[in-house]
């Protein structure tokens, strides 16, 4: 094993993701602002791709960590990340789904993912509880993370 600290090596990990995600975004907004020249990639905008690529490395950490084998981690897609994606309000303003099943949306993070970075990128009223719940979702995915790798170093 690497002499570092377990935290540190999960900090790598999760940052390496962070890295790979705001990449993607910015091939993505690149393109998004040669559609749309009118989007607003303001600070607002940039905190919350932060804390979205932050929030779901994290996440993919605590997966891998998780998991005990490759088909897990295809599990986790299947049944976690793949309903999210469609589900989590990114292709559909959610004031289009029906009260029950909106209750249930807005427990996926994605969910105010979208929120935020919809409402930023259309200079909209920003909605910050979005904001609080990502950073929950965050906390709460960085320490099961943490719990995660101190239990198998033991």
């Avoid at 804390?51 to 994290?58: A, D, E, G, N, V």
């Avoid at 320490?143 to 101190?150: F, I, L, P, R, W």
Wanted: hydrophobic share 60%; charged share 5%.
């Amino acid at each position: 094993m690497a002499p570092i600290g377990l935290s540190s090596l999960l900090m790598g990990k999760a940052l390496i993701g962070v890295f790979r995600g705001v990449l993607s975004s910015v091939a993505f907004l690149i393109l998004a602002l040669l559609i749309a020249p009118s989007m607003h990639v303001s600070p607002m905008f940039l905190l919350g791709l932060l804390l979205t690529c932050l929030t779901f490395s994290f996440l993919g950490v605590l997966a891998a960590l998780l998991a005990r084998s490759h088909e897990d981690m295809g599990t986790f897609g299947s049944i976690i990340l793949l309903p999210m994606t469609f589900l989590g309000g990114t292709f559909f303003s959610l004031s289009q789904v029906p009260l029950g099943l909106k209750y249930l949306l807005y427990l996926l993070p994605l969910t105010h993912a979208s929120l935020w970075l919809r409402a930023a990128a259309l200079n909209q009223s920003l909605p910050w509880t979005s904001l609080l719940v990502l950073l929950i979702f965050f906390a709460a995915f960085m320490a099961g993370s943490m719990a995660a790798v101190k239990r198998m170093s033991i």
